[in-house]
């Protein structure tokens, strides 16, 4: 069982950034590989970025590679995900998702996500 928390949401301006957080609970979470989804109005949740357990390993959304960085401190037992030059159309609530196995090729599917938490939003103002 993994419980997470995000934080570090807030409004921005376009070309702004920010560090979210998610700061899990749990004894599997250093085994665990990590997800980023958000999800804007109206739309269904999108796929962000992931990490594999070991730290070393992410994949990223193509329209996102080079603005956001994933990274994790198991021993804080959390990940982050830094957000640089923002958008507009960034503007989101961001979740956090936590899976205790997942194969490659399932690594932009939500429902790979065993584990996610409540959400953080994310305003971008332009």
């Known amino acids: 069982q993994v419980q997470l928390v995000e934080s570090g949401g807030g409004l921005v301006e376009v070309g702004g950034s920010l560090r979210l957080s998610c700061a899990a609970s749990?004894?599997?979470?250093?085994?665990?590989?990590m997800g980023w989804v958000r999800q804007a109005p109206g739309n269904e949740r999108a796929f962000v970025s992931a990490?594999?357990?070991?730290?070393?390993?992410?994949y990223y959304a193509d329209s996102l590679k080079g603005r956001f960085t994933s990274s994790r401190d198991n021993a804080k037992n959390t990940v982050y995900l830094q957000m640089n030059r923002l958008k507009a159309e960034d503007t989101a609530v961001y979740f956090c998702?936590?899976?205790?196995?997942?194969?490659?090729?399932?690594?932009?599917?939500?429902?790979?996500?065993?584990?996610w938490g409540q959400g953080t939003q994310v305003t971008v103002s332009s």
């Open positions: 998702a936590a899976a205790t196995f997942l194969l490659t090729a399932n690594v932009r599917r939500a429902s790979a996500y065993d584990y």
């Open positions: 749990g004894r599997t979470f250093s085994n665990s590989a």
């Open positions: 990490i594999r357990s070991g730290g070393s390993l992410k």
